[in-house]
C-alpha cells in the first residue's frame, strides 16, 4: 500500500446511465438530457450517458439514440460515452456518434449470463471485434469487471479470479478498466485485498474503482482505495444507481459523498458542489424515491 495519496482524482459520472438504468418511472429524453447539461455546468468532462443494449432487457435507456440526437456534439473538453456490448451495439453507437464505448464483462459467470447472455470467455470474444473496431475509428474503450468482490448468485469472488479477467480486458486494448463492487458487498478490507491483488499488475492511471453503496460503504471503499493510490472512480449524481440483473444492488458511490470526501482529504477533482447538487436536483423530482446521498440532503457547514 502506498501512504501518499493521490493529488487528484478523476471522476466518472455514471448517474445517466447507472442511474437510471434500474429506475421504473419513465423518464422523459428532454428530461435527462437536461441532467446531462446540468452535469457539465457542474465540471465533468466525463459522463456515461446510455447503454446500447437490447431495449427490451434495460427500457429505461431505450432511447439511447434520441439521447444522443438531443445532447448533440459534446462541448470542448467533455466525453459522452455509452456501453456497448456487442457489434449490434457498436454499430449503433457508431451511428449516433458516440466517441467513447465500454464493454462489459463479469469475475463470475452466473451474473455474466444474466446480465449479457454470455460466459466470461464468450463476452472477450464477442468484444474482440466491438474493441478492434472502435480502436481503429480512434475510439476510447472502457472496460469493465462486475463482481468484483461477490456476486449475487455465487457468492465472494477471489481477487484472482477479478485479475485474470483484468487481463483479458488489457489484451483487448481497454484504455481504462473499471472494476465494480456490483452489489455492494465490499468492505475497505476486500478493497483492500482486491487492490493488493491488482495494483501491481495495472498502470494506475488506468484503473477506475466502480463502487455501489448498498450497504453504506462506499465512501470507506474510496478512503480505502486512494491509499492504495487509485486515481480514478466511478460516481453517481445524488447516489443514484444499480443493476437490474444484479439483486440486491443499489446506488452507486454518490458524486456529492465523494466531492465532500476529496474535499476533506485535499484532494483535486474539478467538480463545483453547488453545482453537482443542482444537476442532482434536475432528475431528483422525476423519481419514485428521494436520492440516497447523505450529503445531497445535508445543510450547508455554517461558514461554508
Ligand atoms: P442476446 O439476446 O444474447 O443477443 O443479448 P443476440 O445476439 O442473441 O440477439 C438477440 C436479439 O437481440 C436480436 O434481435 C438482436 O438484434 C438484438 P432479433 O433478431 O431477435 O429481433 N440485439 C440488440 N438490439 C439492440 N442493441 C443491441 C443488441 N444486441 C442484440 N446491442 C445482450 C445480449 C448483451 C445484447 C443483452 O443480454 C442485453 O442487452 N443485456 C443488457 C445488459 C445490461 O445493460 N446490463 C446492465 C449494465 S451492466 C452494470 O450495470 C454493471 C456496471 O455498472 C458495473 C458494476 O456495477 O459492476 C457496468
Ligand atoms: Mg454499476
Redesign the pocket.
Known amino acids: 500500500m502506498s501512504d501518499a495519496l493521490p493529488k487528484r482524482v478523476r471522476i466518472t459520472e455514471?448517474g445517466p446511465r447507472?442511474g437510471l438504468?434500474n429506475e421504473h418511472t419513465h423518464i422523459d429524453t428532454t428530461i435527462k438530457a437536461a441532467f446531462i447539461r446540468a452535469l457539465i455546468e457542474a465540471g465533468h468532462t466525463d459522463i456515461e450517458v446510455t447503454?446500447?443494449?437490447?431495449?427490451d432487457?434495460?427500457p429505461q435507456l431505450a432511447d439511447a439514440e434520441a439521447l444522443f440526437q438531443a445532447l448533440g456534439p459534446a462541448p470542448e473538453g467533455v466525453t459522452y460515452s455509452a456501453?456497448?456490448?456487442?457489434m449490434?451495439?457498436l454499430e449503433?453507437a457508431r451511428e449516433a456518434g458516440v466517441r467513447k464505448i465500454?464493454v462489459?464483462t463479469a469475475a463470475s459467470e452466473s451474473f455474466n449470463q444474466r446480465?449479457?447472455?454470455?460466459t466470461v470467455a464468450e463476452s472477450i470474444e464477442h468484444f474482440r471485434p466491438v474493441t478492434n473496431e472502435a480502436r481503429a475509428e480512434g475510439l476510447a474503450v472502457r472496460g469493465?469487471v462486475?463482481?468484483?468482490v461477490c456476486c449475487p448468485y455465487e457468492g465472494r469472488i477471489e481477487p484472482d479470479a477479478v485479475l485474470d479477467v483484468v487481463k483479458r480486458l488489457q489484451e483487448l486494448g481497454c484504455d481504462e478498466i473499471?472494476v465494480?463492487?456490483?452489489i455492494g458487498a465490499a468492505s475497505p478490507a476486500d478493497i483492500a485485498r482486491l487492490l493488493d491483488v491488482l495494483v501491481p499488475n495495472i498502470t494506475l492511471d488506468t484503473l477506475v474503482l466502480?463502487l455501489?453503496d448498498t450497504r453504506g460503504m462506499a465512501v470507506a471503499n474510496a478512503t480505502e482505495a486512494l491509499r492504495h493510490g487509485v486515481q480514478a472512480f466511478d460516481a453517481s449524481a445524488g447516489g443514484l444507481g444499480g443493476?437490474?440483473?444484479?439483486p440486491g444492488?443499489a446506488g452507486n458511490l454518490a458524486t456529492e459523498d465523494l466531492i465532500f470526501l476529496l474535499d476533506g482529504l485535499g484532494i483535486e477533482h474539478g467538480l463545483d458542489f453547488e453545482a453537482q447538487r443542482r444537476a442532482s436536483a434536475t432528475i431528483g423530482p422525476h423519481l419514485d424515491h428521494s436520492l440516497a446521498s447523505r450529503v445531497y440532503h445535508a445543510p450547508p457547514l455554517p461558514g461554508d
Do not use: E, K, M, W
Not at 446480465?115 to 454470455?118: D, T, V
Not at 443493476?243 to 444484479?246: E, G, L, M, Q
Open positions: 455514471v447507472d438504468q447503454s446500447f443494449v437490447r431495449p432487457r434495460v456501453l456497448v456490448p456487442n449490434t451495439g449503433r465500454a462489459f446480465n449479457i447472455n454470455a469493465y462486475s463482481t468484483a473499471s465494480g463492487d456490483t466502480h455501489h443493476c437490474p440483473f444484479a444492488s
